[in-house]
């Protein structure tokens, strides 16, 4: 069970007292991958059916300007992205970690709180225009998601939004997407 606290946020769909049902499936795992950081384990939300369902019906009403496409980050916005893909009946898109994909793909280095990582596109996968919405698990620093807009934009899709299950608050993520919609379903301090 998770020891966040579920601070204030907007209307989510899920109200209070689900969202604090969902929040309490993800588990903190101190000091995960190193020292310092708190991994957000979300197998027991993935784990439970109903949370699940509730979760992707959530983030659907996200994409109420409509989307072309749903672009999840690996690998856990894939978990998430694929099921809200399918509910609003649109294609989805894998933005994977360097070297997952065959070539030839566009490809943008970021940082992360413990290092730095690469993801890429497969190129010619997004039409010129395609209207996306970026999921993800958790937005934390915002260095993935802001290299997943970076990596669309680049290959000529435009972002709608950026949608997320949890937010951690005080991290700063979300000053790192300035200038695009962002969404979250949970936000819990960091």
């Known amino acids: 069970?998770?020891?966040?606290?579920?601070l204030p946020v907007g209307l989510t769909g899920l109200g209070s007292e689900r969202a604090a049902e969902v929040l309490g499936l993800i588990r903190d795992v101190?000091?995960?991958?190193?020292?310092?950081?708190?991994?957000r384990d979300i197998t027991g939300l993935l784990a439970d059916g109903r949370a699940l369902g509730?979760?992707?019906?959530?983030?659907?009403?996200?994409?109420?300007?409509?989307?072309?496409?749903?672009?999840?980050?690996?690998?856990?916005?894939?978990?998430?992205?694929?099921?809200l893909a399918t509910r609003l009946g649109v294609g989805f898109l894998p933005l994977r970690k360097a070297g997952k994909l065959p070539p030839p793909t566009?490809?943008?280095?970021?940082?992360?709180?413990?290092?730095?990582?690469?993801?890429?596109l497969r190129t010619g996968t997004l039409q010129q225009g395609a209207r996306v919405l970026i999921?993800?698990?958790?937005?934390?620093?915002?260095?993935?998601a802001a290299a997943g807009v970076e990596l669309v934009e680049r290959c000529g899709g435009v972002v709608v939004g950026v949608a997320f299950l949890l937010e951690l608050d005080g991290l700063g993520g979300r000053s790192r997407l300035a200038g695009h919609q962002v969404d979250t379903l949970l936000r819990v301090e960091s």
Do not use: H, K, N
């Open 135 to 144: 999921v993800d698990d958790v937005l934390a620093t915002g260095g993935t």
């Open 106 to 120: 566009e490809t943008v280095t970021y940082d992360l709180e413990y290092g730095t990582a690469s993801i890429e």
């Open 54 to 83: 509730d979760v992707v019906d959530s983030l659907a009403a996200f994409a109420a300007g409509g989307v072309d496409l749903v672009a999840g980050l690996e690998a856990r916005g894939f978990l998430i992205g694929a099921p």
């Open 1 to 6: 069970m998770s020891t966040s606290s579920i």
């Open 30 to 39: 101190p000091d995960y991958p190193q020292p310092g950081v708190t991994f």
